[in-house]
C-alpha cells in the first residue's frame, strides 16, 4: 500500500485548518487603532473636535465597552513629542478616561504623528 499521496493530503489539510485558525485568532484580538496627525492636533484644541478626528472617537468608543482595557499613546521622542503625548493625555483624561488607562510610550516612528491603540486587557506594553 501506498500512504505517502494520503500523508501530503492530511499535511496539507492540517495546515489550511492551522492557518484559519491564526487567522479567525488574529482577527478576534485586533486591536482598535488610529494616527493623531499635527496638522489635526493643531485644529483639536478642544475635546469635541478631538472627537471628531476621524478614528479617535472609535479608539475611546472600543475602550469604554471594556475599562479593563488600555489606550496605549505610541508618540515621536524628544521634547516636542513629549509636550504632545502630555497634553492629549489631559485632554482624553478631560473626557473622561482615567489617567491609569493611559499609556504613554515613545517611538511612533514619525515625528508629526501620536498612534492611538486599544491594549486589550492582558496583552504586554511595549
Known amino acids: 500500500m501506498n500512504f505517502s499521496g494520503a500523508g501530503k493530503t ?36 478642544n475635546g469635541e473636535r478631538l472627537l471628531g478626528i476621524g478614528g479617535i472617537a472609535e479608539v475611546v468608543s472600543e475602550w469604554s ?3 479593563r482595557q488600555k489606550i496605549e499613546l505610541q508618540y515621536p521622542g524628544g521634547e516636542e513629542g513629549e509636550l504632545w503625548v502630555s497634553q492629549l493625555t489631559d485632554w ?19 515625528a508629526d504623528i501620536i498612534r492611538l491603540r486599544v491594549i486589550r486587557s492582558g496583552e504586554k506594553f511595549r
Do not use: C, Y
Open 65 to 67: 465597552s471594556d475599562k
Open 10 to 45: 492530511v499535511s496539507m489539510l492540517v495546515s489550511q485548518f492551522v492557518m484559519i485558525a491564526l487567522l479567525a485568532f488574529n482577527s478576534a484580538v485586533a486591536a482598535v487603532e488610529t494616527e493623531l496627525h499635527a496638522e489635526q492636533w493643531e485644529l483639536a484644541r
Open 92 to 110: 482624553l483624561v478631560a473626557l473622561g478616561i482615567p489617567s491609569m488607562s493611559l499609556v504613554a510610550v515613545p517611538g511612533s516612528g514619525k
